[in-house]
């Protein structure tokens, strides 16, 4: 279909339509996007597949990301090592679930990845302590910390056993009329 | 120490289903093992600390993979016999399968995988179907079952292209991108929703510019033939003067542009185009299609969003979505950062204390006072206008060169002007309500809501006299038409019995006055004034301000840009209620000026690039953002209440007032909406009338209505218990959450419990060994043994009591 580009084969575009959100001028745009992060090290002949990785520091002086207090978790969910290092199919994917038409229940398992700092499975006081201190810049005292993790725990927490599991998560963050128009970057 | 054993138990359960399971189901399988991956288990991995679980989990999906990988091998081994010799069930269960795989297919960009996972998986599938479905096309039917898988991939691809080319047509995403980034999500909402009504507009302007305007251009009699085409003698001298232009009078009005230029000829062309049934019905198409898309676009809000206003999650939903991830702007963050840590301080407040109520009546007082002064206004400014549109028919009366220009545009820039300086008003009195911010929001939006419905009611009020005046005019313009038409042929007659007949210019014809290019005309003039104020008000409130800020500060004795003028808010609410009434105005006037869509798609196209500028330049974030509601279909349904009510106006006057008898495409009939039973009657057959005839019978209407409102009353009681049910189940959640907090504490209390009865045991026994060494004390430690058996006894009652007790609360 109209112009020729040779940064991808048409499989590969297809293929990266059917797995995320994006159409195939939004696909070719990313990738423009993450060549413009280090020109020497991503190629522009995407054809073969060639293993790349971006550590988080390019990533995160993306504009989109540059004043979000918790860009660092985000990229650090997507990369499969971990780490924050992320090749052009993980870049897709994260772009992909921060879209707009994304779906909720999506949205909710990642927004519980980014917002789980010690990465245990739950969002633990220690979780929450540290979203609220980076979400309002350590302005508030620490037994106004104390009391807001606590309410928000014992709001969402149903099983009891004093932590949010993904469950009790998802269960209070599908209610909440903001929570798709909040977790969305448009790219 | 129980949870390792399930936790192996469930591994090894997993194995197994895994080993055993067909390769259709492996997916269902991956999506299981995903789920169990939240739940509290595998310690090993919380145990194995942050990276080596990573690399775990990498290690599981590629044996995942490799063992899909594997069943597929399995099963293309199990099924490479001839697919003629596939019995009946094993046909049945491969076509499961294929129709499982192209489920996932759809279905993969919503799962949480890794993008790795995903290709993998996509291709994986993909070669699967490709392979199987045509396998499952042979024996009967193979033809007809090859072309619908084909027909089925084509129509696919073409989904796909049009999802593309829809995207690609979306304009100006990279200038809301910039204002998201600078101003956050509640601004650019206002500008998602300009574009939204863009793009409505721009189908308005389609079926009027393309079904009514371009054919009676093209194949309509061209200008100057037949009297409703021209500019009267009277006239002609100052019709392309630039002020009858701009006021649309002259040419502008003796154009396609209004309703009294178009012919009442039934069929116009060589197409043979029925011109007054499609003006007929593009006008009722436009009000159709709008009710179908801001309906349809409601029910898709309703369904996304979450349920209604909930006060039970205030906390979690403040840390988890006050964060706007579309900011990108240093100021606009440091703006958002104080905004967040406002918020958390206000609501740890009043969850501490309780609101204090220290005047109640006076408080009390003040509202009701604030509300008097509220419908003093509106009474006020409804009478202003009435009393305006009066004095604006005597004017005509008298002639329009005789008054000044503020005189000949009095209604428009009083209604301009009241709409501009009320809402301030508003404003400046809901601070006598001391109302928390969203609601003062609320009660603001209500207020200019009334205010804009008020004037535009009293607008149309006055319209009505006026067309009323005009119909009085008419008559008497036809008794003065016959009697002229007589007087000509009287002295033509005269001179000679047979001679030709006359031919007389259409220039000269005396005319009717045609009320609908009037009201038409109305409308048009109420649109522009409406925007020129709009821009106006833009230039010099904003702008302006802003500029005097910005060079003033150097030498003012006050800091201007912290203190009193400053720079201004965007604000929202007022600009998307604007929007929504100048909408309304045009829905009301399209049917009487078809050019109004078109001047509303230009009008929204400058007003987008003109804001987008003047919000970059002029306006800071804002300080609090409070939203008039939780859902996002609060402006929807304004919108659909203007919708309904600019529609009755326009039906009322079709249905009821007889349309003009010398102008526009159904003069000479008794009612605008006869040409429907004339089509019914001429163009189709005999038997479709009848149809229609027996449908519109009283007999069928009445019990049809009773039928519907019935239904409605079925679907309210239907909602209304589904509603208590869920009223019921969240109590349901709230108490089984007390008791499994109850539950885990005394587990935790016993354990706490056991843990010091062992290690008093523990104790025990040494000291029984120490007490056996020394033989002297035998028989004392004996005792003491027993006493301190019997103590521990008794405090181990002692504490089962209390657990008792406990239980109990």
């Known amino acids: 279909m109209g112009n020729k580009q040779t940064i991808f084969t048409d499989e590969q575009l297809d293929a990266y339509q059917d797995c995320t959100f994006f159409t195939r001028k939004e696909i070719l745009r990313l990738h423009g996007r993450y060549h413009e992060l280090a020109p020497h090290l991503v190629p522009m002949d ?13 990533i995160v002086n993306m504009p989109e990301l540059k004043e979000n207090p918790f860009r660092n978790r985000i990229v650090e969910s997507f990369s499969e090592d971990g780490m924050g290092n992320l090749s052009f199919n993980e870049f897709v994917d994260m772009f992909s679930v921060l879209s707009e038409t994304a779906s909720r229940e999506l949205k909710a398992i990642y927004a519980f990845k980014i917002y789980d700092f010690n990465v245990d499975n739950y969002l633990c006081k220690e979780d929450l302590e540290k979203t609220l201190n980076r979400l309002t810049k350590e302005e508030l005292t620490p037994e106004e910390v104390e009391l807001v993790c606590q309410k928000s725990i014992e709001e969402a927490d149903l099983d009891g056993d004093n932590k949010l599991s993904f469950a009790d998560f998802e269960n209070m963050i599908t209610r909440a009329p903001d929570f798709l128009s909040t977790f969305h970057i448009r790219i | 120490m129980r949870g390792r054993d399930t936790e192996q138990k469930e591994g090894t359960v997993i194995e197994r289903k895994r080993r055993g399971g067909k390769g259709g189901e492996d997916e269902h399988q991956e999506q299981e093992k995903e789920k169990m991956s939240y739940r509290p288990g595998m310690r090993k991995e919380r145990r194995a600390g942050e990276r080596e679980q990573r690399i775990i989990k990498n290690q599981k999906e590629e044996r995942g993979t490799r063992r899909s990988r594997e069943k597929l091998k399995n099963e293309i081994r199990k ?3 001839e697919p003629e010799s596939l019995s009946p069930e094993e046909l049945e269960k491969l076509k499961e399968a294929v129709d499982e795989r192209k489920k996932l297919i759809q279905g993969l960009r919503g799962k949480p995988w890794s993008m790795k996972k995903k290709l993998v998986t996509l291709r994986e599938s993909q070669e699967f179907v490709e392979k199987y479905e045509g396998a499952l096309g042979k024996g009967k039917g193979r033809k007809l079952y090859a072309y619908k898988v084909m027909m089925a991939k084509k129509w696919m691809k073409f989904q796909r292209d049009f999802e593309n080319f829809k995207t690609a047509c979306i304009p100006w995403e990279m200038k809301i991108k910039e204002i998201e980034s600078h101003f956050g999500s509640s601004v650019a909402s206002y500008f998602i929703f300009l574009r939204w009504m863009y793009g409505i507009n721009m189908i308005l302007f389609g079926l009027t510019f393309g079904l009514v305007m371009v054919p009676e251009a093209l194949m309509g009699r061209p200008y100057g033939s037949i009297p409703r085409k021209t500019v009267p003698r009277a006239e002609e001298a100052s019709a392309m003067d630039f002020a009858v232009l701009w006021d649309f009078g002259g040419y502008a009005q003796y154009s396609v542009l209004f309703y009294g230029y178009y012919n009442n000829q039934r ?17 009722v198409g436009t009000v159709a299609y709008s009710y179908m898309v801001v309906i349809r676009t409601m029910a898709r809000n309703a369904n996304e ?97 005789t008054h000044t220009w503020w005189e000949r545009n009095e209604v428009n820039m009083v209604m301009s002007l009241l709409g501009m300086f009320c809402p301030m008003l508003f404003d400046v009195i809901s601070a006598l309500e001391n109302y928390h911010p969203r609601v003062a929001l609320q ?10 419905l008020g004037n535009l ?16 005019e008419e008559k008497i313009v036809k008794f003065n038409i016959t009697t002229w038409e007589a007087s000509l042929y009287n002295s033509t007659v005269s001179e000679n019995s047979t001679g030709p007949p006359i031919t007389i210019q259409p220039a000269d014809v005396p005319r009717g006055p045609c009320w609908e290019t009037m009201v038409g005309q109305e409308f048009v003039r109420l649109i522009i004034s409406d925007t020129m104020t709009t821009y106006i008000t833009l230039l010099i409130g904003d702008f302006l301000r802003a500029v005097l800020v910005r060079f003033l500060n150097y030498c003012w004795c006050w800091d201007l840009e912290a203190g009193f003028p400053s720079y201004s808010e965007f604000d929202v609410s007022g600009n998307v209620l604007g929007l929504i009434f100048n ?8 049917f009487y000026a078809p050019c109004l869509p078109a001047l509303n798609v230009l009008r929204l196209h400058v007003s987008m690039y003109l804001q987008c500028w003047a919000v970059m330049c002029c306006n800071v974030p804002q300080e609090r953002v409070f939203k008039a509601s939780g859902s996002n279909n609060f402006y929807m349904a304004m919108l659909l209440v203007i919708l309904f009510l600019s529609t009755l106006p326009a039906i009322y006057t079709i249905v009821t007032i007889p349309p003009s008898f010398d ?9 605008m909406f006869d040409v429907i039973q004339e089509t019914l009657e001429s163009d189709f057959p005999a038997w479709f009338s009848k149809v229609f005839s027996s449908a519109s019978n009283p007999g069928l209407v009445l019990p049809f209505i009773l039928l519907m409102v019935l239904a409605i009353y079925y679907l309210q009681s239907t909602s209304k218990s589904y509603k208590e049910a869920n009223v019921e189940l969240k109590k349901k959640l709230q108490t089984q959450n007390e008791e499994n907090k109850k539950k885990n504490k005394r587990a935790a209390l016993k354990a706490q419990m056991d843990l010091e009865e062992a290690r008093k045991a523990a104790s025990q026994t040494a000291e029984q060994q120490k007490n056996n060494n020394a033989s002297l004390q035998d028989q004392e430690g004996e005792t003491e043994l027993c006493i301190k058996m019997k103590q521990d006894v008794f405090n181990h009652g002692m504490k089962r009591n209390i657990q008792c007790k406990q239980k109990t609360k």
């Open chain 1, 46 to 58: 995407y054809t073969n597949d060639p293993d790349c990785k971006l550590p988080l520091a390019l």
């Open chain 2, 79 to 81: 099924s490479t016999r």
């Open chain 2, 267 to 283: 069929a116009i062309g060589w197409l043979k185009f029925r011109m007054p049934l499609s003006y007929f019905l593009v006008g």
């Open chain 2, 305 to 401: 969003s979450g349920v209604g206003d909930d006060n039970s999650f205030n906390f979690s939903w403040k840390t988890f979505t006050s964060w706007d991830y579309l900011i990108g702007n240093p100021e606009t963050a440091d703006n958002k950062f104080a905004s967040i840590t406002t918020s958390f301080k206000e609501a740890i407040l009043e969850e501490q204390e309780s609101r204090k109520d220290d005047n109640i009546h006076l408080t009390r007082f003040l509202r009701v006072l604030a509300n008097f002064l509220v419908l003093c206004c509106l009474a006020g400014s409804g009478y202003l206008i009435y009393f305006v549109v009066r004095r604006s028919q005597k004017f005509a009366l008298d002639g329009l060169d």
């Open chain 2, 443 to 452: 009660w603001q939006l209500g207020r200019i809501f009334a205010l804009f």
């Open chain 2, 457 to 472: 009611y009293t607008f149309i009020i006055a319209l009505m006299d006026e067309i009323n005046l005009k119909r009085e």
């Open chain 2, 583 to 590: 909408q309304g105005m045009i829905w009301m006037g399209a």
């Open chain 2, 663 to 671: 102008c526009g495409p159904f003069s000479g009939k008794k009612r």
